[in-house]
């Protein structure tokens, strides 16, 4: 973690692989016992490295599996064991294996009890667009539209701005997975939370700021005595 002056601010830079663990670790302390988790690709599949002690919960993957385990050691990979977007996981004792239809039931059924997934834009409102890249071609929204509207929480974890532009916003402007169903939103910077109000700041990493928050945030932010977190305590 690497220290530069902003002014009279201190800020962190940070390396891709730094910023990625402080958001698995953060969104990793929401998840309560006996949860059943549906993690998305990409970063949201590093929260299982991260699960406090203690704490047992049921890691799904849409592609058919419950009982999901942490990424598997060089050398002991299983390429028929992989998450929904490919990935190789393992399965812990107790897991599963089933076909998409009953994936999906459990999804569309409301069992699931927290989802963590990636997005392109968020907004204050609580919409997701997590799916369609412009100017690229991609084969639809995928299994994220039932995921958070069937999830009773749903985590967005991403990184807070992309190549410097904003994607937490007043209001989305790709097209929507979802709208109104985003409950929390974990980056690097902090965490924000949905509520009948608006988009509120809750928690400030040290790795930032509130200057700098509002700064690379588009949305109207809610600021009302957010609580300070060291990320090496996280």
Partial sequence: ????????????????????????????????????????IGLPTEVANYLPDGVEVLLQSENGMVGMGPTPEKGKEDPNVTNAGGGLVTLLPGGAYFDSFTSFTIIRGGHVDATVLGALQVDQEGNLANWMVPGKLVPGMGGAMDLVVGA??????????????????????????????????????????????GLELTEIFSTSSIEDIKASTDADLIINNPKQVDVDTL
């Fill in 1 to 40: 973690l690497k220290r530069v002056n902003k002014g009279e601010k201190i800020m962190a830079e940070l390396s891709k692989e730094k910023t990625r663990e402080i958001i698995a670790r953060r969104v990793a302390k929401e998840l309560k016992d006996g949860d059943l988790v549906n993690l998305g």
């Fill in 152 to 197: 009773k929480l749903v985590i967005v974890a991403m990184e807070h701005t992309v190549k410097g532009e904003k994607k937490i916003l007043k209001k989305c402007n790709l097209p929507l997975t979802a709208k109104n169903q985003v409950n929390m939103i974990v980056t690097e910077k902090g965490v924000m939370k949905v509520t009948d109000k």
